[in-house]
């Protein structure tokens, strides 16, 4: 097999999923809006469960689930078997994955949310088969040959179930309306949570704020300066920011420097930030400012809240 019959096999599988899922997304009817509001509805949790590669994309789904607003776990069926099923309680809602419907693993699972009155949602792609018959709302997945030509690897059908469990994740978030801000709640790790973090997660509060009144001698500043460690201080007027010391100011005033105060000698009107701001967006106002240093200040005035510093965003991972 040369190098082009396996780049036009992997086109092919690709082409062949994509196919599938223009027919996944025709498929849906109002059966998903039924299975939406069922969700909604539940004062529980959203049990997702699948075997196989089933149990795998089921593990993936409840894990989007959960970090867009909509509790969820996943619960292996074989081990519902032997005690899991103590997982499920009323209030819940189970998402059974299952391409054929007769996984024989999932039957004491139905049986326990038949006897407890639990809402039942199957995926699969019979919807005559023994899971469709027994579930309360029916999501079928439209036929499709699986990728491999042959019908015995999961594919095609894994593919259109993820989908559908990311369809219906992200309409639930739409109908919460989840914010970013929400998201970083349940995802504070990763990149996907640096960029998500605030500048007041980052910043440098109270005593470690570098300060100074504008009255203060050049002595008081340069001693704050030094302890404080960020290479700037800023100037403080009836407790509004009204100016900021740095290395270029000193450099500017090296003649008589001592002799002056810390008004004479700042840069009025310095480069702030609010502290609800994205870190993300004062790391881009440092750079394309070519500062080191941005001040937090309260966005009802001028009120010094705190310091960030660039090397605060580099640790979080804004990069």
Do not use: W, Y
């Not at 639990?118 to 309360?136: R, W």
């Amino acid at each position: 097999m040369t190098d082009q019959d396996l780049v036009s096999t992997g086109r092919r599988v690709v082409s062949q999923e994509a196919e599938a899922l223009n027919l996944l997304e025709a498929s849906l009817t109002d059966s998903f809006a039924v299975a939406l509001r069922l969700i909604l509805e539940a004062k529980g949790r959203v049990i997702v469960t699948g075997m196989g590669k089933s149990g795998h994309i089921a593990r993936k789904i409840a894990a989007t689930f959960a970090s867009t607003g909509t509790p969820a776990h996943f619960v292996h069926p074989a081990e519902a078997s032997h005690g899991d099923l103590g997982m499920m309680a009323a209030g819940d809602v189970v998402l059974v994955l299952s391409n054929s419907g007769e996984t024989p693993e999932l039957a004491d699972l139905i049986a326990h949310t038949r006897r407890f009155h639990i809402p039942l949602v199957g995926v699969a792609s019979k919807s005559d088969s023994t899971l469709m018959k027994q579930c309360d709302v029916k999501l079928v997945l439209p036929e499709a040959a699986e990728a491999c030509g042959r019908g015995i690897v999961p594919t095609t059908s894994t593919t259109m179930t993820l989908a559908l469990g990311d369809a219906l994740a992200i309409a639930l978030m739409e109908h919460r309306q989840f914010t970013p801000e929400n998201f970083r709640d349940f995802h504070p790790g990763g990149k996907l949570g640096a960029r998500l973090s605030k500048v007041r997660d980052l910043m440098h509060s109270n005593e470690k704020m570098p300060l100074i009144a504008s009255e203060a001698p050049m002595s008081e500043a340069l001693l704050e300066i030094s302890q404080k460690g960020f290479g700037v201080v800023g100037v403080v007027q009836d407790e509004a920011l009204i100016g900021i010391i740095t290395d270029g100011d000193l450099r500017r005033h090296m003649a008589g420097l001592l002799e002056m105060r810390a008004g004479q000698v700042m840069t009025q009107n310095p480069r702030s930030i609010a502290p609800g701001a994205l870190a993300e967006s004062a790391l881009a106002l440092m750079n394309e400012s070519q500062i080191t240093c941005l001040f937090v200040v309260d966005p009802a005035g001028s009120t010094p809240m705190g310091i960030l510093h660039i090397h605060d965003c580099l640790r979080a991972g804004l990069v």
